[in-house]
């Protein structure tokens, strides 16, 4: 059974920090190319970084030079470290773990954790 847990979201001011940690059971965790996405009320889900097998990261404009992605393999745990938060960062914040094996492709989410920036 697949399993991915999501943690470390709450509330932050702006400005604050929040470092989300996501941990994989189930899977060969150094397989999968890892990502947060993210989805505010209202809004559609936003891809917000991703990081390959290899450790090549990307990051969406609104969150470049504030949020680092990163992997641990050894502990199938993927991470998403957010600075200098703002309120439109609010959104619960999702773990994805992607892997295609033509013709299968395997694709997991965590069940999310929230995010909320306000003062």
């Known amino acids: 059974q697949v399993q991915l847990v999501e943690s470390g979201g709450g509330l932050v001011q702006p400005g604050g920090s929040l470092r989300l940690s996501c941990t994989a059971s189930g899977i060969t965790f150094s397989i999968y190319a890892m990502a947060w996405y993210r989805q505010a009320p209202g809004k559609q889900p936003e891809l917000v970084a991703t990081?390959?097998?290899?450790?090549?990261?990307k990051y969406a404009d609104s969150v470049k030079g504030r949020f680092t992605i990163s992997r641990n393999n050894p502990e199938s745990s993927v991470f998403l470290q957010m600075n200098s938060l703002k309120p439109d960062d609010t959104a619960v914040y999702y773990c994805n773990a992607d892997r295609q094996a033509t013709p299968k492709l395997y694709n997991y989410w965590g069940q999310g954790t929230q995010v909320t920036v306000s003062s």
């Open positions: 990081i390959t097998i290899g450790g090549t990261t």
